[in-house]
Structure formats: structure tokens, C-alpha cells
């Protein structure tokens, strides 16, 4: 009778084990997807602090008014 109850225990040890690797599998997905979005944030600040160490931020609106003529200023046109 001993043995049963033995095998019963270690098949009982099993399933909570394999419980508890299913958790830790969860666990671990929701980590690594925690993980990717950080390192995706990382990489966007870095890329903003090159650009700015590069000076390579426009003005967009100087930018924008040397490419698009605004009306009824500096113009001598014809309306």
C-alpha cells in the first residue's frame, strides 16, 4: 500500500511542477515582451540624443516657411 501512495505523491509532485512551469513560461513571454519595448525606447532615445549631438534637428517652421510662400508677406504679387 505504500507504494501506492508514493506514486500517487511523485505523480501529484509532477503536475504541480508542470504547473508551475507553465507559469514561469507565462511569466517569461510577458518579460521578454516587457523587455523588447525597453530596449525599443532605448533605441529611440539614443537616436534623438545623436541627432541632437549632431545638430541635426530642423526648425520646422524655417523649414517649413523657406519651402512654402506665405501669403502677404515679402510679396509684390499681383492680386
Known sequence: MSNIIRIAEILE????????????????????????????????????????ENEEILDLVKSAESKIPILGKDDDADV
Open 13 to 52: 509532485q509532477k503536475v504541480r511542477k508542470e504547473q508551475e512551469l507553465e507559469y514561469y513560461e507565462k511569466e517569461l513571454l510577458e518579460l521578454e515582451r516587457k523587455m523588447f519595448w525597453l530596449k525599443k525606447e532605448i533605441e529611440l532615445t539614443n537616436t534623438i540624443i545623436r541627432a541632437i
